[in-house]
């Protein structure tokens, strides 16, 4: 027994200071955080003090609108995907909690009864009750490794969920806005079809008279139709971005209530903030270290599958089967077991594992750093979008103004003859044409707002 503890001591001694099997993770160096911000609208928006960072501000603060504040609320609660994200953390609980039981001793009831007779003789009647324990030693970290990597698990699972959440808050925001500038364009659209419907009436007096030649009602004709099929477009994209909102909203189709584009606002004062948030407010990134993390467990673990491993165990309980001679003799049965197990060939199947979890480790080391990158990439590309689409907004304005005043004066132009019909239409085509295009900037950069407020881990409940 001495020797057998000696022994146990030894190689304890030795795993513990030549393999680190107990080593923690840390974050790995070398990672491209400081340079994630590329352009210079980004790094304007990442030091001040001064100024909120986006992502950090609750989604009720950043949609002011009430019923696009309702029609989040449901999405969270009855979003499909989300519901199966969280049975995902379910799951990846239970697990954790399997993992930190292994610990302790594992016991067994295993009852057992038999009636045996030779030759004709008197049945003998034998039984046990027996209660076995068996209890694994952590010698070298096999448990505490696979119950830190069940715990990196978990926390990229909740990472996951997380990540749900705030693209659907994103998308749900993204197609309400949809929606705002759908209604918009066929407002645009249908005050522009009752004027050219009256104007064709007029030329078609205008024809009867001989005032006009026969084209220029025809070329009129042509472009209303024209018009009633880009309206006819408009209703059904319409309908097909409600489909969509219903679809994120876990329910069947049903009319969206919905405010105005005018009525909406984006808050002052905001920030990107520093690219070192990424790493701790994005799930995805998150998610991605966490699964990092997990891997260099597992690949603890498949180092520790090397050395010996110590099992406790024993039974007792109660048996009649102690003596040939006595009738139905009865009494405790008491057995105690105490088992060294070193591999020693296994076919190849350790270093093999070994191996594969090295070559995963690795993975998620890579994936981790894209996740980076990808993030980076999101954030510069949204900053831009916004700047972006904020001058097409200026200049579309300054378009919308300059053809207005164009159309007015062919207006006064053609009613003395100093003007044709076909340049009439053409300003009043290109005057609709601005005006859509206006209405398409001012959602667009609400939604690249949105894009960036999820790039910024916006709308997950992350610390």
Known sequence: MKILSITIFAILSFGLTGCNLYKSYSRPEGLPVDSLYATPAAEAMAAPDSLKPLGTMPWRQLFADPLLQALIEEGLGSNTDLQVAMLRIDEAAAGL????????????????????????????????????????????????????EKQMQLLAQSAYAEGVRSELIASIANCYYTLLMLDSQVEVSSST??????????????LKVGDIHENALTQA???????????????????????????????????????????QTMPEGISAGLPLNLLSRRPDVV????????????TNQARAAFYPSLTLGGSAGWTNALGQGVSNPGGWLLSALAQLTQPFFQR?????????????????LLNYRQALLDAGQEVNDALFAIESYGQNYDFHSGQCDDLQRTVRSNEILFRTNNATYLELLSARQELLNSRINL????????????TLYRALGGGAEMQ
């Not at 190849?348 to 998620?364: H, P, W």
């Not at 209405?439 to 949105?450: C, E, F, K, N, W």
Request: glycine letters at 6%; charged letters at 25%; proline letters at 3%.
């Open 348 to 364: 190849g199947k350790l270093i093999s594992n070994l191996r594969v979890a090295k070559d995963e480790e690795q993975i998620a």
């Open 439 to 450: 209405i398409a900037d001012r959602v667009s950069q609400l939604q690249a707002v949105v």
């Open 287 to 298: 998610a991605a270290e966490m699964t990092l993390a997990a891997s260099f467990y597992s």
């Open 221 to 263: 004709r042509a472009n209303l139709n024209g018009l009633l099929a880009s309206h006819n477009t408009l209703l059904r994209q319409q309908r097909e971005t409600e489909n969509s909102m219903c679809t994120l909203l876990g329910t069947t189709w049903r009319p969206i209530g919905r405010g105005s584009l005018d009525a």
């Open 193 to 206: 079809i009752d004027v050219w419907r009256e104007q064709v009436r007029t030329m078609e007096l205008l």
């Open 97 to 148: 909690k399997a993992a930190k039981l292994a610990y302790l001793p594992e016991l067994t009831l295993s009852p057992n009864g038999s009636i045996t007779s030779v030759d004709g003789h008197k049945a003998v009647k034998t039984y046990e009750i027996p209660v076995n324990l068996s209890w694994e030693i952590d010698l070298f970290g096999k448990l505490r490794n696979a119950k830190r």
